[in-house]
Structures are given as structure tokens and as C-alpha cells.
């Protein structure tokens, strides 16, 4: 158990650019989410995996965004035309699947849009 | 809509003593669970304990011990002999169970920054 892991840790970005991200989850785990947290708040959802299938996504999530977990493993988060509103940091959750089960996070990837 | 509050922004607590962090919710799923998180200054979200909301007694994890009061709607952390290294950010979290509800996302509080003091 390697735990969740996200890369890059810091991702410095000027506005209009395109950024990804990547998350590598716990190898038995098929459940994956997506979460940001600004500075002072808890983490919001962004949208969650089941295997590949992307199940549920978040109002929070516009259009720029597009996340993808093509093979039921790793995860990207992409997001098109970086606005300064999106400095945030960005974290990757993994699960087994069962309803009552904690959600093991990644240390999150902090971008700045400058 | 499922809410998490924790009306406790920053608490300084001296070392080895026992620290209690608030957490009131808000739900009309019957069926739910709360789990509280701490997060040190490396940003990894770290799982404590978990309290599901028909267990019949409070949910114990070394250390930590979740005060459940159902009625209250409330989901206190009790933390007992802190230790200089529970210096972090704790948040408190919901989620709803029933499969009537959809929701498979956790719900966090904004969090309470606790210091430990030597």
C-alpha cells in the first residue's frame, strides 16, 4: 500500500493556460474523487469514479474542466484557460467502494494562476 | 442539502491536556455517516475516526473518541493528552447513505486549526 499519490505538488500556471493533473490511486481501490480546497475552507467536491465511469460531477466543475480515468486506474484532471479563481489546491481521493468506508487522500497539488 | 459546521476557527490547547472540537450537521437522510479528518501543514488529509448514525455507541480510536449526540445533531472530536503533533487543521465530514439520496461525495466543515502549546 503505496498510498494515493499526485503529481505535480506545485503547479505555477499564468492565466489562459491549460494544466493537468495527475492522480495515481491505491492499485485496489475503484472507487477515485477529485477535490479542491481554497485557503481557510474544507475540501469541495469536484466529481468521482467508478472504475472508468465517471458517475458524478459537481456544479462546481465548468466547462474548462474535464476529468478522465480511462482505465480504471490513474486519473487526469485538465483544466482549460486557467483563470485566477482557479488557484486552489487541487487533492485525489481513492476507496474500495463501500458506503461506509474513509477516503484515503493524496497530499493535493497547490496551483497558482498568475 | 447536507451541512457540516464548525464554529470553532482556532483553538489553542496546552500540551497533554484534553482538547474537544465542535461539529454540528445537518441532514434529512436517516441513514448517514460522519468522519473527521486532520490535516498537518503537508496537506495530506489524514482519516481519525468514523461514526455511522445508527451505531449505538460512540465510535473510540486510540486517542480519539467521537461524542455523538444524535438528537443534537452533533459529532464532537475529543482528543485526550494532546501531544504537540496533533498540532493541525481538523475537519469534520458527512455522508449520506441512503441510495434515495445519490450522494457518494463527503461533505467537509471549513475546519478548526488547532495549536498545541508546549
Known amino acids: 500500500d503505496t498510498g494515493v499519490s499526485q503529481n505535480p505538488r506545485h503547479k505555477i500556471t499564468k492565466r489562459g493556460q491549460n494544466v493537468t493533473f495527475r492522480c495515481d490511486p491505491i492499485s485496489e481501490h475503484n472507487r477515485l474523487y477529485w477535490y479542491r480546497q481554497t485557503l481557510g475552507q474544507g475540501p469541495e467536491f469536484l466529481t468521482y469514479f467508478q472504475n472508468e465511469a465517471q458517475l458524478e460531477k459537481s456544479r462546481l466543475l465548468s466547462d474548462r474542466f474535464s476529468a478522465e480515468r480511462p482505465k480504471g486506474s490513474f486519473s487526469t484532471l485538465e483544466i482549460q484557460r486557467t483563470e485566477q479563481g482557479d488557484s486552489a489546491m487541487y487533492l485525489c481521493?481513492?476507496?474500495?467502494?463501500?458506503?461506509?468506508?474513509?477516503?484515503?487522500f493524496g497530499s493535493g497539488t497547490q496551483l497558482s494562476v498568475l | 442539502a447536507q451541512k457540516i459546521t464548525q464554529t470553532q476557527p482556532g483553538m489553542f490547547v496546552q500540551e497533554k491536556e484534553a482538547v474537544t472540537l465542535d461539529c454540528t450537521y445537518d441532514t434529512s437522510d436517516p441513514s448517514y455517516g460522519l468522519f473527521w479528518y486532520k490535516q498537518p501543514s503537508s496537506g495530506e488529509m489524514i482519516f481519525l475516526i468514523y461514526q455511522g448514525s445508527y451505531d449505538q455507541q460512540n465510535a473510540t480510536e486510540g486517542r480519539y473518541s467521537l461524542n455523538f449526540q444524535k438528537a443534537r445533531k452533533s459529532a464532537n472530536l475529543v482528543i485526550s493528552a494532546s501531544q504537540l503533533g496533533d498540532s493541525a487543521m481538523y475537519f469534520c465530514?458527512?455522508?449520506?447513505?441512503?441510495?434515495?439520496?445519490?450522494?457518494?461525495?463527503?461533505?467537509f466543515g471549513t475546519g478548526t486549526r488547532l495549536t498545541i502549546i508546549p
Open positions: 465530514a458527512m455522508r449520506e447513505l441512503s441510495t434515495n439520496f445519490g450522494n457518494e461525495k463527503l461533505t
Open positions: 481521493a481513492s476507496s474500495h467502494g463501500r458506503t461506509n468506508e474513509k477516503l484515503f
